[in-house]
């Protein structure tokens, strides 16, 4: 059935002034691929978009909902999040926010907590988040593991996680977990055999947190046995790179053909001009939600986009690092604080989103996309930064 979505004050359809632009195309900059229609109407017909245009022009359709002036943009695309865990962090959250620096060892309570945690409970906890999400405007989620680490909760954390998402990431390559503390290699073994064999089957993508830096991460010939197992076992790949400090995460990502680089807090001249070069391979999907949770310093998005690198922005959900999954506020911090334009910021979160997880169906409003909306409490998607912490979009459903 054809249902008429009318009434929409300001369409951006992040699909350029013709409203066909793909996703892949990265010849427009940002506010020119925005492609506002003005008094728009969409036809969604069983999930898809089917129509586009002026609503005077709109055709008949069996059912509609008018908009009465509210702008609507492409749902979120959150390329990055944890969402299957149990317990929370907040004291050391506290404890961050008195200079207490992060460096991944808190990832051992979520780790407890989780275990310890029922099926039942895990899938709720899930199931409210993803719900936050959505009423929030985000359309498109990527769920991790990483909280498990043992086969069988590795392996439940994915099929949990499959539930609510195509987009699943197994992260057994997380940190090393306090039991293998004295033998990373067996650790590894674990993950690169019997782990990955029982998560593969439920997982996308496959993730590493390589950060020589922490004593509980990934070095990089660590992360790159973790890699291309996954890559063997018919996983894509992506890569926790330069988040505490420089590192070869990025490099590594970029050698390796990674969809995406997640953080890129930390880059030096030869990481810019490899995410630069491949830009059509490799996105860097920036997280600012956790430099304001961690008090670290944000990642520098103008120098990324002015050397051409693909950039996405992310919610990185999380019990540690960032605990929440509010696209606008990350929008909102990309604006005031990475000095992003609202147009690079809103395009980073659509269709950036959509590049980082090698999606061409999302991330626009466009005949052929998803009939992912997210409707505005505002007359433009500019709100978004202006009002930041206001509930100002919402999945239309
Ligand atoms: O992306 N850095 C590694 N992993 C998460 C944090 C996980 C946690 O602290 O629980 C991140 O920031
Ligand atoms: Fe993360």
């Given at each position: 059935?054809?249902?008429?979505?009318?009434?929409i004050?300001?369409?951006?359809t992040?699909a350029?002034?013709?409203?066909?632009?793909?996703?892949?195309?990265?010849?427009l900059?940002?506010?020119?691929?925005?492609?506002?229609?003005?008094?728009?109407a969409?036809?969604?017909?069983?999930g898809?978009?089917?129509?586009?245009?002026?609503a005077?022009?709109?055709p008949?359709?069996?059912?509609?909902?008018?908009?009465?002036?509210?702008?609507?943009?492409?749902?979120?695309v959150?390329s990055?999040?944890?969402?299957v865990?149990?317990?929370?962090r907040a004291?050391?959250?506290?404890?961050?926010?008195?200079?207490?620096p992060?460096?991944?060892g808190?990832?051992?309570?979520?780790?407890?907590?989780?275990?310890?945690?029922?099926?039942?409970e895990?899938?709720?906890?899930l199931?409210a988040?993803v719900?936050?999400?959505?009423?929030l405007?985000?359309?498109t989620?990527?769920?991790?593991?990483g909280?498990?680490?043992?086969?069988?909760?590795?392996?439940?954390?994915?099929?949990?996680?499959?539930e609510?998402t195509?987009?699943?990431?197994f992260l057994?390559?997380h940190v090393?977990?306090?039991?293998?503390?004295d033998?990373?290699?067996g650790?590894l073994?674990?993950?690169?055999?019997?782990?990955l064999a029982?998560?593969?089957?439920?997982?996308?993508?496959?993730?590493?947190f390589?950060?020589?830096?922490s004593?509980?991460?990934?070095?990089?010939e660590?992360?790159?046995?973790?890699?291309?197992?996954?890559?063997?076992?018919?996983?894509?790949?992506?890569?926790?790179?330069?988040q505490?400090?420089p590192?070869?995460?990025?490099?590594l990502?970029?050698?390796l053909?990674?969809a995406?680089?997640d953080?890129?807090?930390?880059?030096?001249?030869?990481?810019v001009?490899?995410?630069a070069a491949?830009?059509?391979?490799t996105?860097?999907?920036?997280?600012?939600?956790?430099?304001?949770s961690t008090r670290?310093?944000?990642?520098?998005a103008?120098?990324l986009?002015?050397a051409?690198a693909s950039?996405?922005?992310?919610?990185?959900?999380?019990?540690?690092?960032?605990?929440?999954?509010?696209?606008p506020?990350v929008?909102?911090?990309?604006?005031r604080?990475l000095?992003?334009?609202g147009?690079?910021?809103l395009?980073?979160?659509?269709?950036?989103?959509?590049?980082?997880?090698?999606?061409?169906?999302?991330?626009?409003?466009?005949?052929g996309a998803?009939?992912?909306?997210a409707v505005?409490?505002?007359p433009?998607?500019e709100?978004?930064?202006?009002?930041p912490?206001?509930p100002?979009?919402?999945?239309?459903?």
């Amino acid at each position: 059935t054809a249902r008429l979505v009318t009434g929409i004050g300001a369409l951006v359809t992040c699909a350029g002034p013709g409203g066909d632009v793909p996703v892949g195309d990265r010849s427009l900059d940002a506010a020119t691929r925005l492609g506002v229609v003005e008094g728009a109407a969409v036809v969604v017909e069983d999930g898809w978009v089917a129509w586009v245009g002026p609503a005077a022009q709109a055709p008949a359709a069996d059912d509609r909902v008018d908009l009465q002036g509210r702008a609507v943009v492409p749902g979120f695309v959150d390329s990055h999040a944890h969402l299957v865990s149990a317990g929370d962090r907040a004291a050391e959250f506290a404890a961050r926010m008195a200079g207490t620096p992060y460096d991944g060892g808190g990832i051992g309570v979520s780790v407890a907590a989780t275990r310890a945690a029922s099926d039942d409970e895990l899938r709720a906890l899930l199931a409210a988040r993803v719900a936050e999400a959505r009423a929030l405007g985000t359309t498109t989620l990527e769920v991790k593991s990483g909280y498990g680490l043992t086969v069988e909760d590795e392996a439940r954390a994915l099929r949990l996680a499959a539930e609510v998402t195509d987009e699943t990431t197994f992260l057994g390559a997380h940190v090393v977990p306090a039991e293998w503390r004295d033998d990373r290699g067996g650790y590894l073994d674990l993950v690169t055999g019997p782990m990955l064999a029982a998560c593969a089957p439920h997982a996308h993508w496959v993730d590493v947190f390589c950060e020589p830096r922490s004593p509980h991460a990934f070095t990089a010939e660590e992360a790159r046995r973790v890699l291309l197992a996954g890559r063997a076992a018919g996983l894509g790949l992506r890569v926790h790179g330069n988040q505490l400090g420089p590192g070869p995460g990025v490099r590594l990502a970029v050698e390796l053909g990674a969809a995406s680089v997640d953080h890129c807090t930390f880059l030096d001249d030869a990481d810019v001009d490899a995410l630069a070069a491949a830009s059509d391979t490799t996105v860097a999907t920036l997280l600012p939600g956790v430099e304001f949770s961690t008090r670290m310093p944000y990642p520098d998005a103008r120098r990324l986009l002015a050397a051409g690198a693909s950039v996405a922005l992310a919610s990185d959900c999380n019990p540690g690092t960032c605990n929440t999954a509010a696209m606008p506020f990350v929008i909102a911090l990309a604006v005031r604080e990475l000095r992003m334009t609202g147009a690079e910021a809103l395009v980073a979160a659509t269709v950036g989103g959509a590049r980082a997880l090698r999606r061409t169906d999302v991330g626009r409003v466009a005949v052929g996309a998803r009939a992912d909306l997210a409707v505005l409490e505002a007359p433009s998607y500019e709100h978004l930064a202006y009002r930041p912490g206001m509930p100002l979009a919402r999945a239309l459903s």
